[in-house]
Each structure stands twice: as structure tokens, then as C-alpha cells.
């Protein structure tokens, strides 16, 4: 039995509560969305930037702000990053247009930005005996997935009983503990000296947003359209720079290092592919469950409580796994499930029943999501140096960030194509675009698994642990 001591477990829970608060954040809002259409006279599409406006500024900034833990303090950094995020929960709360809403989403995010990537670096510095670390990793990992399920419960709950609204309040009280309890329990890191990569920080989160503004751009108007051909060539462009501006940085925000093992970059870019097919699903199946099957918000919402159950479940499982086949045979075999529930929930219709069409593939998804999260962060934190911890746990966020809203983005694009090339009855059509794009989602499952066999496999030296 693994024993943490006191103190270590009342930093955990600080650890945990922050993450929970901002994952939750980017889920609450999703069972909320048919409402917040209707109510913003907001199409499928444009509803998109809800969750894009929060999340670009979360995982473009996050490097930034793993930057700004390294040279200021994490310790402080977290403390600034949930203030603010404390402040602009309030002001979504408050929004009364959409580009109000859209506006302080992104300062959400900007503030997540500056709070999460000190998460990870606190937590790696502190649990250093490896199982106490793999518990710590496992819990953490659990709260990272499992909380955005359980804000589509919580907000669906709020948006029936009470407004949408409630959600983003809810994270006032959180906060102001949190504030409270983060310089008496957590120890400030060592500063080191050093100048922000503003450049590289820049080209990077605008040239992530230029991406996903192109593709919801195709979604919404076509592929032929000036502003979409522009928008992703500059999106490209930018990205390319932000390689060759880290290339030469003396001090980059992206040590191009962290690349180096090949392991570490296959879990890096298997995240990404993962979670651009997993988090999708959080936008797409709620509007199915309300718009074609006739749910409310809290009975979409509830609708996942299968998901969340066994994910959360499968924390107490991992270790075990882990410490018994390793983390490449638990993360492949986590993929396959992964790509086997999806794909069955694709096969929905305007004729599905809840039971057992969507209840037992979500519940398949969640085994599955239970299994690759924490072999993918411990792969991704290994091997690297204390000096590279903020960064590498920055891209960590970075990589599922970045999923979530190119994810959704693309698949968006696919949703809009199904939808206007199917002649059919409303509900059906909207049941038929659905389907299609959680194949999508299975599809980029399925590209994550090739990643991590690719990166593992061309090499002599497979990692366990």
C-alpha cells in the first residue's frame, strides 16, 4: 500500500481542485450549448467558438505560462493564474452577448494558461519516489479526464433547474479557497533568470487560432472562400515559424529538445490525436441527445454518467495495470477500446434508445479513457530534466488543449459537409451528420495508436515505466 504523508496529500488536493476548476470550466458550458444558441441566435459552428474562445487561449498560451512559472515562481504564478480566472469566471457569468461571452472565455483561458502548467511541474517536483509519483500522476490524470464528464452532468443540472450561468460562479468560491490555501501549503520553486520568447509564444497561439478559425470558416461558408484559404495558410505559416524562432531562441519556451526521445514525442502527438477524437464527442453527442432524441440539459448531461464512473474507476486499476504490463500495453490495448467504443457509437440514428445504443459505448469509452491518460503524461514527463519540467509538463496541457479545439474545429467541418449533403428530414439529418463526425473522432483515435506503435516500435528500446 502506497502511504503519502500529510502535507503531500494537502498539496495534492490543491494540485487536483485547480485542475478539476479548469477542466471543469471547459465542459460545464457544452450540455448548456443548444440553450446558449437559441438564446445568442448562434449556429452549430459559430456555437464551436463557446469552447474554441476558452480553449485557443488555454493551450496557446500554456507554454507562456510554464515560461513565466520557470523564471517568477510556480508557486506564484499559480496564485496570479487563479485569481484571474477567478475574475473572469465572473464576467462570463455575466455576459449578455456573444462577443462578450466569446471575449471573457478567452481571458478564462489565459488564466488557465497561467495556472496549469505550474500544476504538473509542483506536482513532478514533489512526488519524486516513482510510486508514490505513478499514485499521484494516476489521480491527477483521473480529475483531468474525468472532470470535463462531470461538468456535462453539473452543467446540464444548472441549466435546467437554474441558468447556464450558475456554472461560472460556481468557481468563485473554489478559487478564493484555493487563494487562501496556496501559500500556507505549497513551497515556492527555485526563479531562475531568463527572458520570455514573446515571439515564439505569439506565432504559436495565433497561428493555432488561424487554424481553427479556417476550418470553422469551411464549416460555416465553404472551402472556397477567400477568408478559409487565408486563415489556414496563415495558420501554417505561423506554426513554421514558431519552429524555426525556437530553433534559434536562446532561451525558447518550446525547448526543442524535449523532442529528442522518441517516446516522449509519440506521447505528445498521441495525445493530441486522442483527444481530438475523444473531446469532440462532448460536443456532439449532448446536441444529438437534445436536438434528435429530445433530451433535456440535465438528461444529456446525466447521459454520461457512465463515461465518468468507469473512467474514474479505472484510477484505482492503473497503478496495478501499469506496475504489472507497462505503460505501452496498457496505452495500445486503452487505443483499441477506445477506437472499438467510438466506432459503435457512430452507428447512431434517429431510431437509437439511450440503452444500450449510446449507454454501453460510452461506458466502452470511458474503460478506455481510464487507461491512456496516465500513460501518456508519465511518457511525456520521463526522462526529462528538472530544468525542462515546467515545459514539458506545459506541452503536456498544450497537446490536449490544442486537441480538444482542433478536434472539435475539423470535425465541425465534417458535421457541416454530412449535414448539407444529406437530403433528409431534419432530425435525420442532424442524427446522419452526427454519425459521421464521431467516425471522425474514431478515425484520429485510430491515427494516435499508429503514432504511439510507430514511436515505439522503430525503436530497440521499448519504455515501461
Known amino acids: 500500500m502506497i502511504i503519502i504523508s500529510k502535507s503531500k496529500q494537502i498539496m495534492l ?43 485557443l487561449a488555454f493551450g496557446g498560451l500554456m507554454l507562456l505560462g510554464a515560461r513565466a512559472g520557470d523564471i517568477w515562481g510556480r508557486r506564484r504564478m499559480f496564485s496570479v493564474g487563479i485569481a484571474l480566472f477567478t475574475l473572469a469566471s465572473i464576467l462570463v457569468g455575466i455576459a449578455q452577448s456573444a462577443e462578450f461571452l466569446f ?4 481571458l478564462q483561458g489565459l488564466a488557465a494558461a497561467i495556472a496549469t502548467p505550474s500544476t504538473l511541474a509542483l506536482l513532478s517536483v514533489t512526488f519524486v519516489e516513482p510510486k508514490e509519483r505513478t499514485k499521484a500522476i494516476a489521480l491527477y490524470s483521473a480529475v483531468a479526464g474525468a472532470g470535463g464528464s462531470i461538468g456535462l452532468i453539473l ?8 441558468s447556464w450561468r450558475v456554472g461560472m460562479f460556481l468557481n468563485v468560491p473554489i478559487g478564493i479557497a484555493l487563494l487562501f490555501m496556496v501559500p500556507r501549503y505549497l513551497p515556492e520553486t527555485e526563479k531562475n533568470t531568463g527572458h520570455f520568447d514573446l515571439m515564439g509564444a505569439l506565432t504559436s497561439v495565433f497561428g493555432i487560432t488561424a487554424l481553427v478559425y479556417g476550418f470553422v470558416q469551411a ?10 484559404i487565408l486563415s489556414l495558410i496563415i495558420g501554417v505559416v505561423l506554426l513554421v515559424a514558431f519552429v524555426f524562432i ?12 524535449l523532442f529528442a526521445s522518441r517516446q516522449r514525442s509519440g506521447a505528445y502527438l498521441g495525445r493530441f490525436l486522442v483527444v481530438c477524437g475523444n ?18 440539459s440535465f438528461e444529456s448531461g446525466l447521459a454520461f454518467l457512465p463515461f465518468t464512473a468507469v473512467q474514474f474507476g479505472m484510477m484505482y486499476l492503473m497503478p496495478w495495470l501499469i506496475s504489472w504490463f507497462g505503460n505501452l500495453k496498457v496505452l495500445v490495448v486503452g487505443l483499441i477500446i477506445a ?19 449510446i449507454f454501453l459505448p460510452l461506458t466502452v469509452m470511458g474503460i478506455a479513457a481510464g487507461m491512456v491518460f496516465l500513460p501518456f503524461t508519465t511518457i511525456g514527463l520521463s526522462g526529462v530534466d528538472s530544468r525542462d519540467s515546467g515545459a514539458a509538463s506545459g506541452l503536456i496541457n498544450v497537446a490536449h488543449q490544442t486537441g480538444s479545439s482542433l478536434g472539435i474545429a475539423v470535425l465541425i467541418t465534417v458535421f457541416e459537409a454530412a449535414n448539407r449533403s444529406a437530403a433528409l428530414p431534419l432530425k435525420q439529418n442532424f442524427a446522419h451528420a452526427t454519425s459521421v ?13 499508429v503514432v504511439v506503435l510507430f514511436s515505439f516500435l522503430v525503436s530497440p528500446k521499448t519504455q515501461r515505466s
Open 13 to 55: 488536493t490543491i494540485i487536483i481542485a485547480c485542475q478539476l476548476m479548469i477542466v471543469f470550466d471547459a465542459s460545464i458550458m457544452v450540455t448548456a450549448l443548444p440553450e446558449i444558441g437559441r438564446t445568442l441566435n448562434l449556429s452549430t459552428a459559430h456555437l464551436s467558438w463557446v469552447q474554441n474562445a476558452y480553449i
Open 103 to 106: 471575449i471573457t472565455r478567452a
Open 155 to 162: 452543467g446540464g443540472i444548472l441549466t435546467d433547474l437554474i
Open 219 to 228: 464549416a460555416a461558408n465553404g472551402w472556397g472562400k477567400l477568408e478559409t
Open 246 to 257: 525556437e530553433a534559434r531562441a536562446k532561451q525558447p519556451i518550446t525547448p526543442l529538445r
Open 279 to 296: 473531446f469532440s464527442i462532448f460536443f456532439f453527442v449532448p446536441q444529438f441527445l437534445q436536438n434528435v432524441l429530445g433530451f433535456t
Open 339 to 357: 477506437i472499438m467504443g467510438t466506432s459503435w457509437l457512430s452507428q447512431i440514428s434517429t431510431d437509437s434508445q439511450f440503452f444500450p445504443q
Open 437 to 449: 463526425a464521431i467516425m471522425g473522432s474514431a478515425i484520429f483515435i485510430a491515427a494516435s495508436l
